[in-house]
């Protein structure tokens, strides 16, 4: 029994949530199981709700500073250092209300009308939509799918690099939806063919403190360190589940870029309450929290692999090497996105499924959200096996 309790069930309904208040699908009943969106369905850490309460307490909530607090600067390097080995200062921080917010500023002003965006596919949508709103190309980097283990295709990302139009690569590390943690040999690799190239890269690594027990997340900025091609953005939000409080940053070497973003309309006010809650997050009160969350997620992947494998074994599952989001393969059940989310939403399981979702190479998959108490995890999977059976 660990410190804290995973197990808890706390009612989330009526709280405005998006994953349990705005869930739509017409096959779902009124009773049923919400893992699609990717939040957690555990408390925030005290440490972080006692900050917050705190800066309440002073009352007033009006324009916060745009220049970022020490406060702040100070608990973001410790964290990046301590738990990352990112080697950064203040002068290279610049904050946001989202990674794709970020994301929005970085294609607005490193690129230009007509440039190519090279995507790993399958992948997070909101990587891939944007692009268009930008008059940019969307480029699709289909990854190589080896029995569930997903890898770079080496010859396809050479070619479309070496396309001078193609100016900038996306980088989700670790991989969503597939849970892939990168190994030093593949960023290094990538990261030498995109600079051959005069490709800059943007990275994504929001899920980067959530890392299976025997994993190791590498920062791609902590192999070329200071190298203002690369662009990594992250967040509080996924690891200590306050998506709500509408919070990113960014580490850049780039100056222009960095004046750019911190001038833009992505950038935004900060917003107190988020300032005091990544100060309580990363000022070393919660990295016991953090290690014990991971342990219990990796308890949910083990249970998630040992079911299917005794009870659903025509889903190919292999667990994800990070985040909390488990890949499943259902294609061996014959079957369109549409009719598994009939059979699975209307049995009470509301996951997400296919290309609709995951932009492409993802027909007869579907994405399942394990950031929740056992007990939840355990009656999903007997959902989806009564939804399934007979297939």
Not at 78 to 86: D, P, Q, S, T, V
Not at 157 to 183: D, F, I, M, Q, Y
Not at 367 to 372: E, P, Q, S, Y
Request: charged share 25%; net charge negative; proline share 5%.
């Amino acid at each position: 029994m660990g410190k804290y309790n995973f197990d808890e069930i706390i009612d989330r309904k009526n709280t405005n949530s998006l994953k349990y208040d705005q869930a739509y699908c017409p096959y779902l009943p009124e009773k049923y199981i919400p893992m699609w969106v990717a939040d957690m369905d555990f408390a925030c850490p005290e440490p972080i709700l006692d900050a917050i309460r705190a800066r309440v307490d002073k009352r007033i909530l009006a324009y916060a500073c745009y220049e970022l607090p020490k406060s702040y600067t100070d608990a973001v390097c410790g964290w990046l250092k301590r738990r990352h080995g990112i080697e950064t200062m203040a002068d290279n921080i610049s904050i946001s209300s989202a990674v794709v917010d970020i994301y929005r500023e970085v294609l607005a002003s490193q690129t230009k009308d007509g440039d190519g965006i090279m995507v790993f596919t399958p992948s997070y949508t909101y990587l891939w939509n944007p692009i268009s709103e930008y008059d940019r190309k969307a480029i699709s980097l289909s990854l190589v799918n080896n029995d569930g283990y997903y890898t770079m295709n080496w010859e396809q990302l050479e070619a479309e690099c070496a396309k001078p139009e193609n100016t900038l690569l996306v980088l989700c590390s670790p991989h969503n939806p597939s849970g892939r943690v990168w190994t030093e040999e593949e960023l290094r690799r990538l990261a030498e063919i995109c600079f051959a190239n005069n490709v800059k890269i943007f990275v994504d690594e929001i899920h980067h403190d959530l890392i299976r027990r025997d994993k190791k997340m590498i920062s791609l900025t902590t192999l070329y360190p200071q190298d203002p091609r690369i662009i990594t953005t992250t967040s509080c939000a996924k690891t200590f589940n306050i998506a709500g409080l509408a919070h990113a940053y960014v580490i850049t070497y780039d100056p222009e870029f960095k004046a750019a973003h911190d001038d833009s309309r992505y950038c935004g006010s900060p917003n107190p309450l988020s300032m005091e809650a990544v100060i309580g997050a990363y000022g070393g009160a919660c990295d016991d929290w953090v290690d014990e969350l991971c342990e219990y997620l990796d308890g949910n992947f083990d249970y998630l692999e040992k079911f299917l494998s005794e009870n659903l074994p025509k889903i190919k599952f292999r667990k994800a090497e990070g985040t909390y989001l488990a890949w499943l393969d259902f294609r061996a059940y014959g079957m369109t996105d549409d009719e598994l989310d009939r059979k699975i939403s209307g049995a009470g399981l509301y996951l997400e499924y296919g290309d609709d979702n995951f932009v492409a190479d993802a027909t007869g998959f579907g994405r399942v959200n394990l950031g929740c108490p056992r007990s939840v995890v355990v009656e999903a999977c007997d959902i989806l096996k009564k939804a399934l059976e007979g297939c």
